[in-house]
């Protein structure tokens, strides 16, 4: 019912920023939430921000509080996630997810998408 399309992902340098787009087919509606997440091999996938549709309010893994800023465009139906100040240990591959807050809180999702590669280089 919904199609999420990462893009963005690339090859920075430590201390540099990207920024990464995840376009939603379908239409979102009231109680939903929009979040990324990332995966490293052999790890589990790692909550990163969530945002709201509705409220736009925002929530971000104490790891990449301060650096990276979710944010989203609800007339395109796309979710942003702004990464400055990134460090190798960001590197990974990000998706998008689409769920209840509740859910994209606890690593669920109704929705993913395929992902993004994320390489921070030292």
């Known amino acids: 019912q919904v199609q999420l399309v990462e893009s963005g992902g690339g090859l920075v340098q430590a201390g540099g920023s990207l920024r990464l787009s995840c376009a939603a087919s379908g239409r979102t509606f009231g109680g939903y939430a929009m979040g990324w997440f990332r995966q490293t091999p052999g790890k589990v996938r790692q909550f990163v921000a969530a945002i709201l549709w509705s409220g736009g309010n925002t929530f971000y893994a104490d790891s990449v509080k301060g650096r990276f800023t979710i944010s989203r465009d609800n007339a395109k139906n796309t979710v942003y996630l702004q990464m400055n100040s990134l460090k190798p240990e960001d590197t990974a591959v990000y998706y998008c997810?689409?769920?209840?807050?509740?859910?994209?809180?606890?690593?669920?999702?109704?929705?993913w998408g395929q992902g993004t590669q994320v390489t921070v280089s030292s």
């Open positions: 997810a689409a769920d209840t807050l509740p859910a994209l809180l606890k690593g669920l999702g109704n929705y």
